[in-house]
């Protein structure tokens, strides 16, 4: 019993910290301690934000080497988004799954996933990622997105049941904090955060604070100020200027 409580404290322990990270090195640093205390070797994880173009919108960091580690930097290709097994799963809004190198899992994939997914875990075999857990990830404004923990040693998914739901609530409150920290992150090349560019385009599309409140699921003071801090940086006064001159030096796009 003792023991339970001991890694249900380390469970919170690490949720905690990782809704209160900062930077996305506190991510990175709080999924790998994550990664580790769950008897894991290595991490990875992906995301892209919903229409984005080219590599803006996608983000990736994991602490994986050689060519596994190189296949992260395509993973926001055409052909990755219609093959990668993981993407698949996370725009299916499937569960988390468990799996190993032989191609069993914790639950049958759809027909239309499963021949990527076994093509998929056999070459992670090859590459000596032998078992673990891949989970989707949800958020608002995110086409899709995936945190997986592998381990060298090959096992029975259901040796992984234990630990999918933890795992699961803490993916989600790295996602929260990502969320956080990329709203407020100036895009390569413009001045303007993700969450100010957000509210301007939709306010070039007409949206009153309060509807865009609704659709950014934050308060219509924070819309206000986000707008009246694009218009500060921009250096025009009221939002339709902000919109015009947002859109002509291609700061959004409608």
């Known amino acids: 019993m003792r023991t339970l409580e001991r890694r249900f404290a380390d469970d919170w322990s690490d949720c905690e910290r990782a809704m209160r990270a900062g930077s996305h090195q506190d991510i990175q640093d709080i999924l790998k301690r994550f990664t580790s205390r769950m008897g894991f070797r290595n991490f990875g994880f992906a995301s892209r934000r919903a229409e984005s173009e080219g590599d803006a919108g996608y983000t990736n960091f994991h602490d994986f080497v050689g060519e596994w580690a190189d296949s992260y930097r395509h993973l926001h290709t055409p052909h990755a988004e219609q093959n990668d097994p993981r993407i698949l799963q996370a725009r299916a809004w499937l569960p988390p799954v468990a799996w190993n190198s032989l191609g069993a899992s914790s639950y049958a994939l759809p027909s239309g996933i499963h021949l990527h997914a076994k093509r998929k875990l056999m070459l992670a075999g090859e590459f000596g990622l032998h078992s673990g857990i891949t989970i989707p990830m949800r958020a608002p404004g995110i086409d899709w997105a995936f945190v997986t923990l592998t381990a060298p040693h090959r096992?029975?998914?259901?040796?992984?049941?234990?630990i999918l739901p933890s795992a699961t609530y803490f993916a989600a409150c790295l996602q929260v904090s990502l969320q956080r920290i990329e709203a407020d992150v100036p895009?390569?090349?413009?001045?303007?955060?993700?969450?100010?560019?957000?509210?301007?385009?939709w306010s070039a599309l007409g949206k009153t604070s309060w509807e865009i409140s609704m659709i950014q699921s934050i308060s219509e003071r924070t819309v206000n100020f986000h707008l009246q801090r694009v218009s500060a940086k921009l250096g025009v006064k009221g939002r339709r200027a902000a919109v015009a001159l947002a859109l002509a030096r291609g700061l959004i796009t409608l």
Do not use: I, V
């Open 187 to 201: 895009h390569p090349g413009s001045p303007l955060s993700l969450r100010e560019r957000e509210c301007l385009r």
């Open 155 to 162: 096992c029975s998914p259901r040796e992984y049941a234990e």
